[in-house]
């Protein structure tokens, strides 16, 4: 059976940038602005408040997990904190220990100890799926991702063989995992709307099913409505709200992104994509690409064959 949430977290090819242990003594405030990277915690001991720009004020206690997609301006700082939601508010001082950091006054009583990571979406079409996340997600008093995350620390720590591979598959689990425990109710919340959500919803996952076992089948709303057991203005509405996007909308980006990966990982020629991904010819695929992504598939394609290089070289530059 196709599953949509595991093929968009794949696509996105996760990596672990780092992950470090932070312990607290209040009162103490960490802001961070927009880092280009998707953040995540769990929080070990305690609670804190976590602010994320433009939206409200959470708590989080201990078993907590949040994870933010994608780059935006946050804080997280100790309960009860009075400029918890200040933007202009400074950030408490720090002290590296070992393993992590140390918030706040390095002599008072630890009020709250969190594993906090960054990560990083390889796939060179990130930003296309990472709209089909919520801008937040919070999952409260799931023991796994703590444990998961204890893992991932463990690794990005030792100098283990195939490092690298196994903490890619750590991640992928831990994103899974929280994605598709927002299918449970009462187990986790999403600030926006996203594939998470329409999986939540059992006659919305049978359509994104659909849609994703024969992305070039000529889909029509009508016949979506029908696999999911609703009137068509109905499942339209329901699609948008809950989704992000209409459904046909969505068939597009998801159409994009596997056209992106044909051309980038498979090599194939230009009109296979196009038919394998439901165009009727290369010049109305190459239209409907050069409109979603700014450029045209063969440009795309010699972009990504030079990529590797260049990635390389990058590479080879950091670690001088």
Known sequence: ??????????????????????????????????????????????GCHLTVDGQDTITLHAGDFVLLPAAQGFATASLGHPQAADPDAATSPARMMPGGVRIGDPDGPVDARLLVGHCTFESPDAALLVSLMPRWLLVRGEPRLATLLQLVNDE????????????????????????????????????????????????????????????????????????????????????SQTVGMAPMAYLLLWRMALAQRMLRDEGLAVARVAERVGYSSASTFGAAFLRHVGMSPALYARQARQAPAGADAHAEAEAA
């Open 1 to 46: 059976m196709t599953d949509p949430l595991a093929e968009v977290v794949s696509l996105l090819q996760p990596r672990a940038s780092y992950t470090k242990l932070v312990a607290c003594t209040a009162p103490w405030l960490v802001r961070r602005s927009e880092f280009g990277q998707p953040f995540y915690a769990v929080v070990l001991e305690g």
């Open 156 to 239: 990005t720590r030792a100098a283990r063989p195939a490092r690298g591979v196994v903490l890619a598959r750590l991640l992928e689990v831990v994103l899974i995992e929280a994605l598709r425990l927002s299918a449970c109710q009462g187990a986790c919340q999403a600030a926006s709307p996203g594939v998470a959500r329409g999986l939540a919803d059992p006659r919305l996952a049978a359509a994104l099913r659909c849609l994703h076992a024969e992305p070039a089948r000529a889909w029509t709303v009508e016949q979506l409505a029908q696999a999911a057991a609703m009137s068509r203005s109905a499942f339209f509405e329901r699609f």
